[in-house]
């Protein structure tokens, strides 16, 4: 099973503001949508809580989420005490490719144990308390997916680029 990151990140590797997306870009959502559809989805609590309730859990995929917190209970998800069982539970599943979709935390937890990165690059510094981790560029190998230019629902350009691990 490859375990995949995937994110949208600033040039300052902000990825997250007061609990929420510091950007609107549809056509990154759609990207997202697209490439995790059919496959476990694994996130954090926090994450899942960010996502307006009536599109949680994601559709037409099967939704890890992992806490500490015993007394958490959702519908219709898989909830999972540490990232290391959601993982064990997508692999037990039979999955190809796990998406570990966020937060931050999540992110820090994982990037070491990634085999592919799916990083939407957005030109934007925003503020904000959620950073991606640093990843080393010499470790994997970079192509460009599409290039992204504003448009009138996209006030800023982004580009999407997938890293293999080399
Ligand atoms: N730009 C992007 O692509 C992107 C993607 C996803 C999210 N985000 C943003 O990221 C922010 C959320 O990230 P975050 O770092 O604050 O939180 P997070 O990573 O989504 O969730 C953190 C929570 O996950 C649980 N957790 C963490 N490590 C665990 C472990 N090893 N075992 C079991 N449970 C564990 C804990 O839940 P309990 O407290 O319940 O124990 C912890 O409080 C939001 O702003 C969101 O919009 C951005």
Partial sequence: MIISLIAAV?????????GDLPWHLPD????????TRGHHV???????ESIPEKY??????????????????AEQIILES?????????KE?????????????IYNQTIDVADKLYITHVDASPEGETK?????????????????PK????????SICVYDKI
């Fill in 151 to 158: 448009d009138d629902v996209h006030n800023l350009s982004f």
């Fill in 93 to 105: 599943a039979g999955e190809t490719e796990l998406f570990i979709i966020g937060g931050g935390e």
């Fill in 42 to 48: 694994l996130m954090g609590r926090k994450n899942f």
């Fill in 56 to 73: 949680r859990p994601l559709p037409g995929r099967p939704n890890i989420v992992v806490t500490r917190n015993n007394d958490f209970n």
């Fill in 28 to 35: 990154d959502m759609k990207f997202f949508a697209k490439t």
């Fill in 132 to 148: 991606f981790p640093e990843f080393d560029g010499s470790k994997w190998t970079k192509t460009e997916l599409l290039n992204h």
């Fill in 10 to 18: 600033g040039n300052n590797r902000v990825i997250g503001t007061k």
């Fill in 82 to 90: 540490s990232i290391e069982k959601g993982i064990e539970k997508a």
